[in-house]
């Protein structure tokens, strides 16, 4: 998986900070997940093939998640984008987008197909022979959900040696990677674990943006191998995290203790920090393995 | 009058080039004029007090024209503004706004007032006592209108010689300069002319985009001091000016000509140009006082 953080600042977009938003390649696919104000210049200037974009998840409808949305879709359409988008978020988002392009009179050439959310249950939205996602629901002042992206189980890997050593005729191999016995030429059945071993291990991402700590989540991202989760604010400002429904860094490191994730991935700071060292450090002081999200760094995992 | 050209290209937002987006300082006044995506960023950097603003003109709801103003007035609510701020745009644009802030649940803290436009003929809709602003209706795919922008005519000023020379006494000096005449200390009528000069003249500004080449706009504009006319291409894409209602460097001359303004800016650029010479030259061939707008360029007149 690759993961290009294209925004993660809070409230409004600035000159050097941009507002929520990321993509994520896995399996072939390019998902966009939420598209603050600049996002479509965002991926431009960190040469993202955009037009590859086939799926987009919104957390929320607070602008900071949302607002580059529809200038995003006109441009898709002013490139005579002709790929179906599909676009995930609460219900309602329908609505703004389709009423923008009425009064604009300028409908898409492209199919958009809209999954609206309205679950306050974990559900699956989205499944191909390679990939799930699932959304995580939150909690914060309006109806948002995080998405769990999972890859699903690769082929299993031939064991060539071993293969050869239990005379299997080659119109097998196929089947074996796809985890099946077989007979060999001698009539025997050889089990697929004696001459295979397990592929790329699948890979997990979830994605948990605006939330106050909410341990009921746990359940659903554990073991995953990065989670991004939202730390607006610090400790000290604990106060206005629990009344905007915030969490602090702590409280991120917490979730991702609970959840036994690879690593957490801190964002969504508000901008009255001067600089990060501070999440990072009082992450650390719960969960070892913390990094910090930065507008245009790119994990691979 | 202070013109600062935040964008003046078309269509999408690029990394190097912004979507329209202009501010007019004139007689205490910070005017917006369309709000493409990243405005508000344009604005900081830019360095534009934008707390300052207080009317928004809106020329029509394409979104190269307006993606940018739900983000500026959830900006300035996150700002805790108090002042009102006034919309002026095509009907629609309450609707669009609004919803986004009902389904966000985040209602601005200070009055956002809308007047939205219908009418085809020009009309005056603003005015206090120094500033006036008319519509001037366009031809564009949707419904469109430009801004002109006038200052009033302000105090005369005395010719202070003069002025004691015709033996006034001090307490009538504020009538003279408003243009009154007044009778001196022997009981003689003096006229006004005699004794004041005018003040500075008043200034003008007109903006028009989008529009396809449209003479009947002349009368409403003549004698400006400067003219923004859209230019989006030049005339080797006459055709694609026609067919998608927009006008040639060349056309905006012909217009500026008839209406004998003082100055023609050239904006709304195509981006499929690889610079602007060519526009200026194309105009210059018909008009010679032309300008080429740019990001980030102050004009003042």
Redesign the interface.
């Known amino acids: 998986m690759k993961l290009t953080i294209l925004g993660c600042y809070s ?5 050097l900070t941009n507002p929520t938003s990321q993509v994520l390649e896995t399996k072939g696919h390019m998902f966009l997940i939420d598209c603050g ?2 996002t ?2 965002q991926l ?2 960190h040469k993202v093939k955009f037009s590859r974009i086939k799926h987009v998840f919104i957390s929320h ?3 900071d998640h949302f ?2 949305l ?2 995003l879709i ?2 898709f359409r ?2 005579t984008r002709e790929a179906d988008l599909h676009i995930y978020g ?1 219900k ?1 988002i329908k ?2 987008i389709t ?2 392009m009425k ?4 409908w898409t050439n492209y199919k958009l197909i809209f999954h609206e959310l309205t679950s306050k249950e974990s559900e699956l939205i989205f499944e191909d022979e390679k990939v799930e996602v699932h959304t995580i629901p939150l909690n914060h ?2 109806y948002t959900n995080g998405f769990l992206f999972k890859e699903k189980a690769g082929k299993r890997k031939l064991n060539i040696a071993a293969v050869e050593n239990a005379n299997i005729n080659v119109a097998y191999y196929r089947k074996l990677t796809q985890g099946f016995d077989v007979v060999n030429e001698d009539g025997v059945t050889i089990k697929n674990e004696t001459v295979t071993r397990s592929g790329n291990k699948p890979k997990s991402y979830a994605f948990c943006s605006d939330t106050m700590y909410k341990e009921d989540i746990v359940p659903i991202i554990e073991n995953t191998d990065v989670l991004y989760h939202e730390s607006t604010f610090l400790e000290t400002q604990a106060h206005i995290a629990l009344r905007t429904k915030h969490s602090t860094a702590k409280e991120a490191a917490k979730i991702a203790k609970k959840a036994n994730v690879g690593k957490l991935l801190l964002g969504h700071y508000s901008t009255r920090y001067k600089g990060l060292d501070a999440f990072k450090a009082e992450a650390k002081e719960v969960f070892e393995a913390v990094e910090l999200s930065e507008d245009g760094k790119v994990f691979e995992f």
């Open positions: 409230a409004t977009p600035r000159i104000e600049g479509q210049v431009r200037k409808l607070h602008g607002f580059g529809v200038g006109s441009t002013l490139l609460p309602g609505e703004i009423l923008q009064l604009a009179d300028s002042r309006i």
